[in-house]
């Protein structure tokens, strides 16, 4: 059930990403006059409009979509920027690949920049789903998502139950049960 909330709750952030994407894109290529048939100022505006659009992600995904209720951890804003860095590769290559290599049917070429930037968009989905869920907006107690086999032995910790783990001092959690 809070998994279909948390679908729900992206779908919606993705289409408000998805407006500050196109929005900052056809302004810049608007301004410039430049981009409309891909290339390098398309890409340009492209990784642009990315960056305002991931700024907006973090705060709503962030505080609504999962919640994320616990401490803000300086780790938490490394795996948001790293996983959306893979996002950012696969949204801006395929949206430059397609606005650059893609033949427009004539009735659609004023559009062409926005259809490449929504075809970038569909294809990261899944993956930015995946990794805001089980790798960024992770609640401390709960595992991270490892790629590592053997990796994820302890859930997210505190700073506090880290240095103690590493100092090899047992751990009480609650009702005073000794964890180690």
């Given at each position: 059930?809070?998994?279909?909330?948390?679908?729900?709750?992206?779908?919606?952030?993705?289409?408000?990403?998805?407006?500050?994407?196109?929005?900052?894109?056809?302004?810049?290529?608007?301004?410039?006059?430049?981009?409309?048939?891909?290339?390098?100022?398309?890409?340009?505006?492209?990784?642009?409009?990315?960056i305002?659009?991931?700024?907006?992600?973090?705060?709503?995904?962030?505080?609504?979509?999962?919640?994320?209720?616990?401490?803000?951890?300086?780790?938490?804003?490394?795996?948001?920027?790293?996983?959306?860095?893979?996002?950012?590769?696969?949204?801006?290559?395929?949206?430059?690949?397609?606005?650059?290599?893609?033949?427009?049917?004539?009735?659609?070429?004023?559009?062409?920049?926005?259809?490449?930037?929504?075809?970038?968009?569909?294809?990261?989905?899944?993956?930015?789903?995946?990794?805001?869920?089980?790798i960024?907006?992770?609640?401390?107690?709960?595992?991270?998502?490892?790629?590592?086999?053997?990796?994820?032995?302890?859930?997210?910790?505190?700073?506090?139950?880290s240095?103690?783990?590493?100092?090899?001092?047992?751990?009480?959690?609650?009702?005073?049960?000794?964890?180690?």
């Amino acid at each position: 059930m809070r998994e279909i909330r948390q679908i729900k709750r992206f779908a919606v952030v993705g289409l408000l990403n998805t407006i500050v994407d196109l929005a900052v894109l056809n302004a810049l290529i608007f301004a410039t006059g430049r981009g409309h048939n891909g290339g390098f100022y398309f890409t340009i505006f492209k990784m642009i409009s990315f960056i305002a659009a991931a700024a907006n992600s973090y705060l709503l995904n962030a505080h609504w979509t999962f919640e994320a209720k616990h401490e803000r951890n300086p780790l938490e804003v490394v795996r948001f920027l790293a996983s959306s860095a893979v996002g950012f590769i696969i949204n801006v290559t395929v949206a430059s690949y397609v606005a650059l290599h893609g033949t427009p049917a004539p009735e659609l070429r004023h559009f062409w920049p926005s259809i490449a930037a929504i075809t970038g968009t569909a294809i990261g989905l899944a993956w930015n789903f995946v990794a805001y869920k089980w790798i960024v907006f992770v609640p401390t107690g709960q595992k991270l998502l490892s790629l590592f086999h053997g990796h994820d032995e302890h859930p997210v910790q505190s700073r506090e139950e880290s240095r103690k783990r590493a100092a090899g001092t047992k751990l009480t959690g609650k009702a005073g049960i000794v964890s180690r």
